[in-house]
């Protein structure tokens, strides 16, 4: 699987495959909404300080904005690694600002 970074997706090795991610505007707004902030400046105070819940949510839109909506509705019975799930959300915030 490739990602089109110049849509800013990354590819990210998920419950036992490579799954797309990308923070499109979708994603940006539903994260805004799971985690009761608004705007950037909102969620980068958030980001620093991200409970498993908050993560759940984060990587749950940026799935979704990839794609990837089965496993987005699976996160809470998914065998994903927690490290894993930050970096990949790390990435996937990295390559949407370029």
Do not use: Q
């Amino acid at each position: 699987m490739t990602a089109n970074g110049a849509r800013g997706e990354v590819v990210a090795s998920l419950a036992g495959a490579e799954r797309r991610l990308c923070l499109t505007l979708g994603a940006l707004a539903e994260i805004e909404t799971a985690l009761s902030i608004e705007g950037l400046d909102g969620l980068a105070e958030r980001m620093r300080r991200l409970s498993a819940r908050d993560l759940t949510a984060v990587l749950a839109a940026l799935l979704r904005g990839g794609g990837e909506r089965t496993l987005a509705g699976e996160l809470d019975t998914a065998a994903i690694d927690p490290k894993a799930a930050a970096e990949a959300v790390a990435r996937a915030f990295a390559a949407a600002a370029g």
